[in-house]
Every structure is written in structure tokens, then in C-alpha cells.
């Protein structure tokens, strides 16, 4: 299965190839919450503050695509799209742990925190093109429509859970 969110990482493969399986949603999504908590565990947050914010994440974005699915009478496509989105995030999230590292929000002199933050910055478009391509093949639009629904996602994501928690 890694192999194939890596495949769909690079855009080589589509939401609509994975099986429909609940128990494979279950696993993804705690691999995903556990990449959450990693991402905040680096990032210097604290055990409960990571867990929390992921867990929010998470449910705004179920909540989200669920609500989406329902009023375009795509329902059924939802195990597959979260599959995918969760997946793709846990990969993405894994992979952040690197630029994260190199403290990229930490002295605007080093080297090592402005390579860090362009890492960060290159993986965070990457993510929103991936999201982007899955939402495009969930929903029937374009690629640039997909991209646009996933910026909004996630500058909302932000506001929300900063907002809720403080970390904005």
C-alpha cells in the first residue's frame, strides 16, 4: 500500500484504484494521526496538543468531504477519497518531520532553517497539488479546481484549528 500512496503522491495513480474498505480507511487513518502527532511532536508541541490538533484535523476534513459528497450525490465515493486523502496526508506528514527538523521557523540566519522552511514550503504545495488531483478525480473537475478547493481547505484548516487552539 505504500506503494501506491507514493503512486498517487506523483500523481500516477487515482483515489478510484483503491479498494473500498473500511478496515484499510481504519488503518490509514490512525497511521495518519500518528504522522499528526510526529509533525507536532517536532515541531515542539507537546504529546496532548499534537493529538488534539490532529485529531481536529482530521474530523474537519471528514466532516468536510462527507458533506461535500453528500449534496453532489457522490456518497459513495467517500471510503476511497478518505482513504486517499489520509494516506497521501500521512505520507506528506512523515516526509515534513525532515524540513521540520532544521527548526525552519527558528534564526532567520541559519542556513539549515531557511533550507528547512523551503523544504516545508515545496512539500505544502505538493500536498495541495495531491489533494487537488484526488478531490479532481473524486468530484469529475479539473486539476485547478481540485487545487483551488484544497487552498481553501486549508487555509481554513489553519484559521480553525489555530483558532481552537491557541497555535495560530
Known amino acids: 500500500m505504500i506503494t501506491f500512496f507514493v503512486q498517487l503522491c506523483l500523481l500516477r495513480r487515482a483515489p478510484q484504484d483503491l479498494p473500498a474498505s473500511s478496515a484499510l480507511l481504519g488503518v490509514v487513518l490512525i497511521v495518519d494521526l500518528a504522522a499528526g502527532l510526529l509533525v507536532g511532536l517536532v515541531s515542539g508541541l507537546g504529546l496532548g496538543l499534537s493529538l488534539a490538533q490532529g485529531i481536529a484535523e482530521i474530523a474537519l476534513m471528514l466532516a468536510l468531504l462527507q458533506g461535500a459528497l453528500r449534496l453532489t450525490g457522490h456518497l459513495g465515493r467517500l ?3 478518505a482513504t486517499a486523502l489520509l494516506g497521501t496526508g500521512a505520507l506528506f506528514g512523515l516526509v515534513a518531520t525532515i524540513p521540520l527538523s532544521l527548526d525552519p521557523t527558528g534564526d532567520p540566519e541559519s542556513d539549515a532553517a531557511a533550507l528547512g522552511a523551503f523544504l ?24 485547478g479546481q481540485g487545487v483551488a478547493i484544497a487552498v481553501g481547505f486549508e487555509v481554513s484548516a489553519i484559521v480553525l484549528i489555530g483558532g481552537l487552539f491557541g497555535t495560530a
Request: hydrophobic share 55%; charged share 5%.
Open 79 to 81: 471510503t476511497q477519497t
Open 120 to 143: 516545508l514550503l515545496a512539500l505544502v504545495a505538493w500536498n495541495i497539488v495531491v489533494t487537488g488531483h484526488i478531490l479532481r478525480h473524486c468530484f469529475g473537475i479539473s486539476l
